[in-house]
């Protein structure tokens, strides 16, 4: 059975400090993607990282995908109260029509 | 529609009763997942379409557990003699065929088993 371990677990900062969220496997994805989901709604995609040690930015986001595949991170940089949710990480094993989703971390941004 | 929808939003029954979760997925898309999402923690894999076609049923966690899906659209899942530990969020989602790192999800369906 393929795991994904998020931690922190549970995290709350300040706005304007930075922050890293981390969701590890022993298993090899052959994609990643992250969600952010707030409450009474579905999680929304943020991105897809495929490519072992890429990099996405997206605005205050940067995301990577771990050299052997198995391990990811999200790094904010300068929080703000809308980055307040349940942040899921989910990987997919090449062809396999089944998303494994991590355990989520939850971020609270206190303004 | 322009995204996917889930009825009802809420549902509150009674242990013993049976209930039917719909799901309306983006028009045009032919994979919908079911996934099971309790206290606001990760997502449990339950079932997936392709089609009309459950390719992978090994997430149903029992077989009080159903689903089936119409005219390449939209998706029913069933829970007969609800238990307790059926209270959850289900959410459905559905994507383009192949692209299972590209899903849209519905708000989901609140079910409380009293």
């Known amino acids: 059975t393929q795991l994904l371990e998020q931690s922190p677990q549970f995290l709350s900062i300040q706005e304007g400090e930075n922050l890293t969220v981390y969701c590890n496997s022993s298993s090899v994805f052959s994609s990643l993607q992250w969600y952010r989901q707030e409450p009474g709604e579905g999680p929304v995609l943020l991105v897809t990282?495929?490519?072992?040690?890429e990099v996405k930015k997206l605005k205050r986001l940067t995301f990577q995908f771990g050299d052997a595949r198995k391990d990811s991170s999200l790094h904010i940089t300068a929080a703000q109260p809308g980055d307040t949710g349940l942040y899921l990480c989910?990987?997919?094993?090449?062809?396999?029509?089944?998303?494994?989703f991590g355990t989520g971390t939850r971020l609270t941004i206190i303004p | 529609g322009a995204g996917v929808s889930q009825s009802p939003s809420n549902k509150v029954t009674e242990k013993g009763k049976d209930v039917e979760l719909r799901c309306d997925p983006i028009s045009g898309h032919t994979a919908l997942y079911w996934y099971r999402q309790s206290l606001g923690q990760g997502l449990e894999f339950l079932i997936y379409?392709?089609?009309?076609?459950?390719?992978?049923k090994s997430g149903l966690p029992s077989d009080r557990f159903s689903a089936e899906r119409t005219g390449g659209s939209v998706s029913t899942l069933t829970i007969q003699r609800t238990q307790q530990e059926d209270s959850a969020v289900y959410l459905c989602?559905?994507?383009?065929?192949?692209?299972?790192?590209?899903?849209?999800f519905g708000p989901g369906t609140r079910l409380t088993v009293l």
């Open positions: 379409f392709q089609g009309n076609s459950a390719p992978d």
């Open positions: 990282v495929v490519t072992g040690g």
């Open positions: 989602a559905s994507s383009l065929e192949g692209r299972i790192y590209e899903q849209f």
């Open positions: 989910a990987g997919d094993n090449f062809g396999n029509e089944k998303l494994t």
